[in-house]
């Protein structure tokens, strides 16, 4: 039994080529007509007071889609019995849409393959309207048409064709698939009667639910004479015909769960022969070979089990696998959409978070660095103070008597001890003070720890974003090696500086020692000077009456004149 989805594909198209304007609506007396041609093919009594009756209450204007499904529902489609011919209706609303869309003239395949490659379509597209074929179903129905007419599948081709769509964003609709096999975008090179022959296999597999198809031998029930005829396998039934034009039909073979196919042993000089035993009678067939035999004794088995099982054609099974394969894609593509949806706005999240924490600990670093600066300022003016202090305590000493000497020294051992212990105070408090300041870093540093572990395990959350989120790690792990690099030319110059500073000192040091070596050189010239110079005038006072004419210079170091008043001098003091 058809399903009513089946059913309503074609009288959609036939209802769209009665709207003209294409507004969605189609005046009442096309539709009256319509329906009239629907009940005689569904093998339905036509009511014609019925349409009026059921838009009594409207106006005299045209009807839309949604206003005629009630009526089509209520009238027709849930009168319709099983045994009205599918294709005879798919004529009808063919015949009503395909001269509005379709141009014979172009095209490399005949009007009877173009109404079949039609009805291919309407089995293979999705349930949702307008109709279109998705990608899937089309290179499902391509790899059957290439393997009915025995060519290879192009696998590259049809990648491109399906990129050009994917590019485009959009499936095909009938006409469009219609003349993508019409002018051979995927069929050149195959004979044209070969291409009908594949559609025409496809078409039966499809659409008319021919399991299996081909020419036996059957034993006549009346005469016992063997006749070669044409046999289509359906899942309820088996049809036989004079040949394989289905011109004219012999007899039809009713399959349900009672029936049985069982294999027979030759006889009567017919060989490969098997049968099917039903309630009312059987019927004895001989196929051309044993494994033309084996194959429709699997293939009637599977019928009678399908039947028994309550299951629908293998076509039709397959295209609901497949639809629901889809459907449950589709579901887990949204879930992930979401999933992914919500892991960006976590990251958001965690990235206002963390902006929100840096500028924090900059605000942070800053009030510790306006506290270091107050701290520094107030230090250097308790400082000053106490120069000042020093200063003019130094004046009041100066200015104090001498009596008074014993008190204010007094005095001035006990402001020490004052100023002592105010200096060990205030050392007390520069010391918690750095403490503070070590405590404010150390925290620091363990925010930035926090923040290297938040950053760490965004990076990891960042791992499920595989290839979206690529670029954005390339960007961070940029940033991060200018990071790097500017800590580490920060690092070099620091150790330039210190190394600066470590010469400055050295060379300070240097000047210092060569200073006082000079000193330690000038003082022992000077003291050897002042030793020459008592021994000169020792040698000269303590000698010989006739004194030698030596200093500590060499000798006549001294003029004439200079000689004789020191040797007057030395008469003097001796006499």
Known sequence: MLSRDEILKPIWYAFTALDVDRNGKVSKSQLKVLSHNLCTILKIPHNTSALEE?????????VSTQGYMPYLNMFILDKIQANFDFKE?????????APKRISSKHLLISGAD????????????????????????LEYFLRRLFAAVGCSWNEDRFEDYKMQLSVKKKNLNAWEL???????????????????????????????????QGYMMKKGHKRKNWTERWFELHLNYMSYYVSEDLIEQKGCISLDRNCCVESLPDKDGKKNLFIIKCVEKSFEISASDKKTKQEWIQAIQDCIVRIRQGLSSPHRESRQKRREMRNRLKAEQEMMENRMRKLQLANERKQAQLEAMTKNLQEA????????????????????????????????????????????????????????????????????AL??????????????????RLLQEEANKRLELEKIHQQQQEILSQSQKEKEELERERREKESALQAAQEQLESLRR???????????????????????????FFVYFSGTKSPAKITNWGPAAFTETELNELERIWQENKN
């Not at 200063?391 to 204010?408: G, I, L, N, T």
């Not at 210092?512 to 022992?524: F, H, I, N, P």
């Open 54 to 62: 059921h838009f009594k209450d409207d106006d005299e204007g045209p």
């Open 89 to 97: 209706l798919n004529k009808m609303c063919w015949t009503l849409s």
């Open 114 to 137: 173009t109404f079949k490659v039609w009805c291919i379509f309407n089995f293979l597209s999705e349930d949702k309207y307008p109709l279109h074929i998705v990608t899937e179903e």
């Open 178 to 212: 219609i003349e993508l096999i019409g002018l051979g975008h995927f069929t050149k090179g195959i004979n044209t009667q070969t291409l009908s022959m594949g559609i025409n296999v496809v078409f039966q597999e499809l659409v008319m639910d021919v399991i299996k």
């Open 365 to 432: 670093s800053m009030r510790g660095d306006l506290e270091e600066q107050r701290r520094l300022q107030t230090q250097n003016e308790l400082l000053d103070q106490y120069r000042r202090d020093l200063e003019q305590e130094k004046m009041v000493k100066a200015r104090m008597q001498m009596e008074e000497k014993v008190v204010e020294k007094a005095s001035e051992v006990e402001q020490y001890w004052q100023r002592t212990q105010e200096l060990e105070e205030m050392y007390s408090q520069l010391k918690k």
């Open 435 to 452: 403490d503070d300041e070590r405590q404010a870093k150390e925290d620091e540093e363990a925010l930035r720890i926090l923040q290297a």
């Open 510 to 536: 240097q000047r210092e020692g060569a200073q006082e070596e000079y000193m330690c050189k000038l003082s022992q010239v000077a003291d050897t000077i002042s030793k020459r110079t008592r021994l000169m």
